[in-house]
């Protein structure tokens, strides 16, 4: 067994010693946070007073749950990383990795097996387990989807790396057929298809879309060209209320106001850019996240153009160029037109291929715009301005172009945005907003769009999740509300991803321009924080 010895005595500590006092440690911590978080919560009685419950039994099980995994990772799970980095004597080489070990054919059968039997069952399990062991059931039987999901991953892992942007976009393309026949074989019905869904086409699909959308832009801005926008969010902004403002007032189509808003956001854009001029780090940062809380305040408080804290409702739908509406009162309703059944299913999928178009035209514009002299630029001014502006670069128009490019990627989400929800307030466009979009730009990895895109589908899609997390009222209790704890799970996820990959689930980059043979460049020959 591994021993440590203490560097300010000479006292040999076990894995299991040490494992104890800073589980110990780990419980006196989360104490102290989440006290008045976690073990008390003011409500309402029924004389509508304001008091305080005490909820003490929830504390302990998060401390106990807290204590408990960090004695495991470090009696057990330290001294197991260790071991995997030594090699065999007799034959020299390393353990099996824990994927090898975890991924295994048997297991993936018996996974494939546990879905099989309850996806069988899934009508009659609250009358075979009862309510409380069929909640348990179900969220077996999506472990037993995730798993199987992920040993096809890790087996084809090979393939999927060298074809992985032309797989995503074909598996992105064919989600909500999938979704539909998924659906329709469990309901029985192509109509059950369409209308069950409706909650993955749009919370699953359109919602991490819309953020993979706004997390492109602004990696243009902060990924490419190293300055740190914390007011982006005042670009989706300026894009939703163009739409809204032009498409309720004047009746134009969305096809007119997309490129609109585009351009008004780019606008705006450029007039952040002037006065940020000679601004680097940390005084950009304080501009920028200024300028997003004045136009939110501008939204606010001008309330004969923006309507105020009660926003701007009856916004027009998208049509298919006109050709075809989504009201069902038209007269050109997709279903009259193809004399099918009433649904409206098909709005929201004709909405997801829509937004899912606008990302391809956000990353084909980026890896166009990258290889062009101005992304060079761009990539020149995030490592080092001096040196770019000795070079002979003009660092104004570079600055200007790179807001002007992201924010006008703003303004089309915005302009999506307004058009899905049919309402727009200057509650959406909160410092939040821009912060979990710069999140997600940073743990993705700056300047890499495939990570970037899988750091929207983790944090938003998982956040997502916590939604069908029905099961967890049982352990917690039934007025245990999972997603509003969504916020603490992304700070925790956050924190274990900066540990585990520093710079983001992509580190590599492959630069533009190369001599003879293009190479991916580690993200340690990089400085700090920069791509």
């Not at 387990?129 to 179900?138: D, E, H, V």
């Not at 909650?199 to 359109?206: M, P, R, Y």
């Not at 300055?227 to 809204?244: R, S």
């Not at 309402?423 to 743990?443: Q, R």
């Amino acid at each position: 067994m591994a021993v440590t010895a203490s560097p300010e005595r000479d006292v040999v500590a076990t894995p299991v010693q040490r494992a104890t006092r800073e589980a110990l440690y780990a419980g006196a911590i989360v104490l102290g946070l989440f006290v008045l978080f976690i073990g008390l919560k003011t409500d309402q009685n029924i004389s509508n007073e304001l008091i305080l419950v005490q909820r003490w039994g929830l504390l302990a099980v998060v401390m106990i749950a807290t204590m408990v995994g960090r004695f495991l990772y470090v009696a057990y799970g330290q001294p197991f990383l260790a071991k995997q980095k030594i090699a065999d004597v007799a034959t020299g080489l390393l353990p099996a990795s824990v994927a090898t070990r975890f991924f295994r054919l048997p297991y993936f059968i018996a996974a494939i097996a546990i879905v099989a039997v309850l996806v069988l069952l899934a009508g009659s399990l609250d009358g075979l387990l009862g309510p409380g062991l069929a909640g348990y059931a179900r969220f077996l039987r999506a472990l037993a989807i995730i798993y199987a999901l992920a040993s096809v991953l890790f087996y084809f892992r090979t393939f999927i790396h060298a074809h992985f942007s032309a797989l995503g976009i074909t598996a992105l393309a064919l989600y909500p057929v999938i979704v539909v026949l998924v659906l329709a074989m469990y309901g029985g019905s192509v109509a059950a298809g369409f209308q069950g869904s409706l909650k993955w086409v749009d919370n699953f699909g359109i919602q991490i879309l819309i953020y993979v959308m706004l997390a492109w832009g602004l990696n243009i801005v902060v990924g490419l060209a190293g300055l740190l926008d914390l007011g982006y969010v005042a670009f989706y902004a300026v894009g939703a209320y163009a739409y809204a403002l032009l498409g309720t007032q004047y009746g134009l189509s969305f096809w007119i106001l997309l490129p609109a808003a585009g351009a008004m956001a780019a606008f705006w854009g450029v007039l952040l850019g002037f006065p940020v001029l000679r601004l680097r780090g940390d005084y950009l940062a304080i501009v920028t996240l200024a300028f997003g809380e004045i136009i939110r305040l501008v939204l606010i408080n001008w309330r004969e153009v923006t309507n105020g804290s009660a926003g701007i409702s009856g916004i027009p739908k998208v049509t298919f160029f006109g050709l075809m509406s989504f009201n069902v009162s038209d007269p050109n309703y997709i279903a009259k037109v193809f004399d099918i059944a009433t649904s409206s299913a098909y709005y929201k999928i004709f909405l997801y291929y829509l937004i899912l178009g606008l990302c391809l035209l956000t990353a084909f514009v980026t890896i166009r715009l990258r290889r062009m002299p101005v992304g060079r630029a761009w990539e020149a001014l995030r490592e080092d301005e001096i040196a770019c502006r000795s070079l002979g670069i003009n660092t104004t128009t570079t600055k200007l172009t790179a807001f002007a490019t992201g924010a006008m990627f703003g303004g089309f989400a915005g302009s999506f945005f307004a058009a899905r929800q049919g309402f727009v307030s200057p509650e959406s466009f909160i410092f939040l907003e821009s912060a979990i979009i710069l999140a997600i730009v940073v743990l993705g990895g700056m300047g890499s769009l495939v990570g970037i895109a899988v750091a929207a589908m983790v944090m938003i899609g998982g956040t997502e999740v916590l939604r069908e997390l029905d099961f967890l009222k049982q352990v917690f209790g039934p007025d245990f509300t999972p997603e509003l704890y969504r916020m603490l799970l992304f700070g925790m996820a956050m924190v274990i991803v900066m540990l585990w990959k520093p710079r983001g689930f992509v580190g590599s980059r492959e630069p533009t321009a190369f001599l003879k043979e293009s190479r991916a460049v580690s993200g340690s020959f990089t400085k700090e924080g920069h791509g």
